[in-house]
């Protein structure tokens, strides 16, 4: 694994001072904004160990998708700093593939297996190996054959999941995953974030429903800046919920400070 | 009339010299219109291959004129009207359609000028309607070549076109540079067309590239067995219309094209049928017809 420095600011020695778990993310006092645009996101700061799952939280235009577009690398930081480690996968929202396209469950998945392949090499028995794995993993052994665009949007989901392993992928993506998933589904999905988690994979996971975030390991609250990041218990409240939904986006500083109860989560600060 | 008499009948035509060369360069036709018209058909591209097509009569027309291979003619043809078309859907106010449409009825338009002026030899039905009993050892040469490259170049870049294809930005995140392989499919797309141009003749070309194809989507469910049974239908099209162009005394590339056409709709209606009869669900493995 490598480093891999993604903002002219960056530094390669990024882990935070004490930590003994391997970080494959660090972001730090990121400002980020579309070309020729203003800074559509700033003041972030939060680090994603090995295994932790964060659930990004939001309004449309709160800045998730600009968020996961700077750390796969379609954005540059305007101002601080983005480190991964390892491969990204990113697992896109399945409405925007073709559902009439001729591929089973098993071909995308298979997909994955483009990354880090040379062009003229045909896909081999690891790679073969590594996707079977993959739609194991995600619980879709039975339905690999199966036409992609006849599964269930989770099923989909999960298939697309599977190509980020196949990758090698151990930073997930997920961008709205849960969009138009029934509770079955949603469940389902859940239960193989889960499973990826206890592997050593993590992801961040863009959604939209306040209930279910508590159920990530931290939230990462963004409304244009970030307003909160910790545990979904700790930092869930009301104040901070109407921070990152409702119409206030000017944060005053004292009225931030006082939600950063311990070091392990951190909070905005304006200006900062 | 027996069986044998029948089998008599059919197999007669092919055990003349001039229909065993037009059934080589059939089946030829068969592996390159059905191997690049799958993708064709999977990129959206039916369009754009039928106007290429029709934009080469000039070149064809010129190399005629000029006592040239009619395959020289067409490429250049090919080339002329890829960058018209690329250039005039610059012009802001065109949309792409019509900058389409304007070249390609120019180019044609061009094209049956030049050859009904007196100088020209060789008539324009032949070039519109192609001339299957006509190909030179060189036609089937290229035709040959090309078909070997295809299939290489296909082989090759399978996983490639099937995920930009399924999803051109995801695509793009998993390291495949999706502007190169399009690039790629236009490339091979031209390629096909400097082999069925000449052969099925300019208004027909397009008949077997999209039609075995399209008709091959609708009976299965992955690409590999797509583009097997693209070919096999284009090749089983291909003769079965020579035969009945023998048999019936019409033209052949126009009555291997009928034949297409009516494959087609025969599997249209049956899968018609099907979605109404059967639910989804239900629907078995590829079959042919």
């Known amino acids: 694994m490598q480093w891999r420095r993604r903002s002219a600011a960056g530094s390669r020695a990024a882990r ?19 070309p020729g645009g203003p800074i559509v996101l700033e003041d972030v700061s939060f680090a994603v160990p090995a295994g932790m799952l964060v659930g990004v939280l939001g309004p449309n235009g709160g800045g998730k998708s600009t968020l996961l577009r700077t750390l796969l690398g379609d954005l540059r930081p305007r101002a601080g700093r983005v480190v991964t480690e390892g491969r990204l996968g990113f697992v896109p929202q399945t409405d925007r593939s073709r559902l009439d396209y001729p591929v089973s469950a098993r071909d995308v998945a298979l997909m994955g297996s483009l990354t880090g392949r040379a062009w003229w090499r045909p896909p081999g ?16 052994t039975e339905l690999a054959d199966e036409p992609f665009g006849e ?25 709205e995953p ?4 029934d509770l ?36 990462l609250c963004l409304n244009r800046r970030q307003v909160a990041f910790g545990e979904p218990a700790t930092i869930l409240t009301s104040r901070v919920l109407e921070l990152t939904y409702g119409g206030a986006i000017t944060l005053g500083g004292h009225e931030v400070d006082h939600l950063a109860p311990t070091a392990s989560q951190r909070v905005a600060r304006p200006g900062g | 009339m027996s069986p044998a008499d029948l089998v008599r009948v ?45 934009g080469s009569l000039p070149g064809m027309v010129v190399a005629v004129a000029a006592g040239l291979p009619l395959v020289v003619g067409t490429s250049g043809g090919l080339l002329v009207a890829a960058a018209a078309i690329a250039l005039v859907a610059r012009v802001p106010a065109l949309g792409r359609d019509t900058a389409v449409s304007i070249v390609i009825s120019t180019m044609l338009g061009l094209g049956a000028l030049l050859a009904l002026a ?46 930009v294809g399924f999803d051109r930005e995801s695509a793009a995140r998993l390291g495949v540079r999706p502007g190169l392989v399009e690039l790629l499919l236009l490339v ?31 009976v299965t469910r992955r690409v590999p067995s797509l583009l097997a049974v693209a070919v096999l239908l284009a090749i089983g099209c291909g003769l079965a219309g020579l035969e009945a162009s023998y048999q019936l005394s019409t033209a052949s590339g126009a009555t291997i094209a009928a034949t297409i056409l009516v494959v087609y709709l025969l599997a249209l209606g049956r899968a018609t049928l099907r979605r109404r009869s059967v639910p989804p669900a239900g629907s078995s493995g590829p079959a042919v017809r």
């Open chain 2, 10 to 54: 059919l197999v007669e035509p092919f055990t003349e010299p001039i229909v065993q060369r037009a059934a080589a360069g059939v089946v030829l036709l068969g592996i390159v219109g059905g191997l690049a018209g799958c993708w064709v058909v999977l990129y959206g591209l039916s369009y754009a291959a039928e106007s290429l097509a029709h």
């Open chain 1, 16 to 34: 935070s001072p004490g930590s003994d778990e391997a970080l494959l993310c660090e972001v730090a006092d990121l400002a980020v904004g579309y």
């Open chain 2, 118 to 163: 007196p100088s020209t030899p060789r008539g324009l039905a032949a070039l519109l309607f192609g001339d299957v009993l006509g190909l030179s050892t060189a036609d089937l040469a290229v035709g040959v070549l090309v078909a070997a490259l295809l299939a290489v170049l296909l082989t090759v870049f399978h996983g490639r076109l099937l995920a």
């Open chain 2, 188 to 218: 091979l797309l031209g390629l096909a067309l400097v082999v069925v141009v000449p052969a099925l003749g300019n208004l027909l070309a397009a008949a077997i590239l999209i039609g075995p194809a399209a008709t091959a989507r609708l």
């Open chain 1, 125 to 140: 028995r690891d790679d073969r190996r590594a996707t079977a794995d993959a739609l194991a993993k995600v619980g879709l």
């Open chain 1, 151 to 175: 599964l269930s949007g989770g099923q989909r989901q999960r298939v697309l999941i599977a190509r980020a392993l196949v990758q090698d992928a151990r930073l997930l993506l997920l961008d």
């Open chain 1, 178 to 181: 849960f969009a138009g998933l």
């Open chain 1, 184 to 219: 079955p589904g949603s469940d389902r999905l859940l239960r193989v974030l889960d499973d990826l988690s206890d592997d050593g994979c993590s992801a961040l996971v863009a959604v939209h429903d306040v209930d279910q975030a508590r159920r990530w390991d931290r939230v």
